[in-house]
């Protein structure tokens, strides 16, 4: 009896194997700087933060890794900075100062699956947006200071620092996170 129930299961086990196979060979998620054939149709829109957070649960709300062509639709060239949850993972909050420090810094985050640019409220170099900034957006502001006495991680071409970051959106949210702050050096 055992051998015919084990001789019966291997058909059915093929076929599991056969399907996950199958499975693994799907679309996966966008495609950074390792991948530079990420498909334009799977990019994110860009959207005011209101839209962004519109039907979404506030609560659960989160900003998500960004990938670097994500990062490229928003930002123009330039010297970046970025936050990211731990030191060796993607950002999820990427700026670039203006050419001219007269102007604004632009700001990119994702929530909801859609890509929301910022803006710094004052006009600021990247000298002044590599020792933390503030970004704002229609009902969402996004602030980030380097912690004090935390040392400073440095490598070939850029300059990392522990940093808070601290999410509010005026619809009730307020959410701080620690993480890293790297910027072009």
């Given at each position: 009896?055992?051998?015919?129930?084990?001789?019966?299961?291997?058909?059915?086990?093929?076929?599991?194997?056969?399907?996950?196979?199958?499975?693994?060979?799907?679309?996966?998620?966008?495609?950074?700087?390792?991948?530079?054939?990420?498909?334009?149709?799977?990019?994110?829109?860009?959207?005011?933060?209101?839209?962004?957070?519109?039907?979404?649960?506030?609560?659960?709300?989160?900003?998500?890794?960004?990938?670097?062509?994500?990062?490229?639709?928003?930002?123009?060239?330039?010297?970046?900075?970025?936050?990211?949850?731990?030191?060796?993972?993607?950002?999820?909050?990427?700026?670039?100062?203006?050419?001219?420090?007269?102007?604004?810094?632009?700001?990119?985050?994702?929530?909801?699956?859609?890509?929301?640019?910022?803006?710094?409220?004052?006009?600021?170099?990247?000298?002044?947006?590599?020792?933390?900034?503030?970004?704002?957006?229609?009902?969402?502001?996004?602030?980030?200071?380097?912690?004090?006495?935390?040392?400073?991680?440095?490598?070939?071409?850029?300059?990392?620092?522990?940093?808070?970051?601290?999410?509010v959106l005026e619809q009730g949210l307020l959410v701080d996170y620690r993480g890293y702050y790297r910027c072009d050096a």
């Amino acid at each position: 009896m055992m051998r015919h129930l084990t001789s019966c299961l291997r058909p059915a086990a093929s076929a599991l194997a056969g399907m996950l196979l199958l499975a693994a060979c799907g679309e996966g998620a966008p495609r950074d700087e390792n991948h530079p054939d990420m498909q334009s149709e799977t990019m994110p829109d860009i959207v005011p933060a209101p839209e962004a957070i519109m039907l979404a649960s506030i609560p659960t709300t989160d900003p998500v890794t960004l990938y670097e062509a994500e990062i490229a639709k928003v930002l123009p060239e330039g010297p970046r900075c970025a936050f990211s949850y731990t030191s060796g993972s993607r950002p999820i909050l990427s700026g670039t100062a203006p050419a001219d420090a007269r102007d604004v810094a632009t700001g990119v985050v994702k929530l909801h699956g859609r890509l929301v640019e910022l803006e710094t409220a004052e006009p600021v170099g990247f000298e002044a947006l590599a020792s933390g900034v503030t970004y704002v957006s229609d009902g969402l502001r996004m602030t980030v200071e380097p912690v004090p006495d935390k040392g400073v991680s440095e490598g070939e071409g850029w300059v990392q620092t522990i940093a808070d970051l601290r999410f509010v959106l005026e619809q009730g949210l307020l959410v701080d996170y620690r993480g890293y702050y790297r910027c072009d050096a």
